[in-house]
Nanobody
Framework: VQLQASGGGLVQAGDSLRLSCTGS????????MGWFRKAPGKEREFVAA????????YYADCARGRFTISRNNGERTVYLQMNSLKPEDTAIYYC?????????????????WGQGTLVTVSS
């Protein structure tokens, strides 16, 4: 599956932003999907994930309560709604696909990656 992330931009602290990730190919709906981010000078980190049918969601502590992951398999798209953004949320956000996600925070479970979209939150 090929993934294309979009929706990043420059926002102010407290604003909201919705990221989208669209997959190509007929098997998108069979993949569990995740969002990761990489901030300048930091390691890439897990943000959120959702299983193939959208029944189960998983969040990192940094995202829980502020971010919501969802998906629309008919549109082959997974979303990350980000509210109450903080300057520390500034990062390149990547979507990723996994054929068999275990619920962990580990990026190696995701063999398919989009190109990333930049989110910048000003104070």
């Amino acid at each position: 599956v090929q993934l294309q992330a979009s929706g990043g931009g420059l926002v102010q602290a407290g604003d909201s932003l919705r990221l989208s990730c669209t997959g190509s190919g007929r098997t998108f709906e069979s993949y569990d999907m995740g969002w990761f981010r990489k901030a300048p000078g930091k390691e890439r980190e897990f943000v959120a994930a959702i299983n193939w049918i959208g029944e189960n969601t998983y969040y990192a502590d940094c995202a829980r309560g502020r971010f919501t992951i969802s998906r629309n398999n008919g549109e082959r798209t997974v979303y990350l709604q980000m509210n109450s953004l903080k300057p520390e949320d500034t990062a390149i956000y990547y979507c990723a696909g996994s054929p068999n996600y275990s619920g962990s925070i580990y990026s190696h479970e995701f063999p398919y990656w989009g190109q990333g979209t930049l989110v910048t939150v000003s104070s």
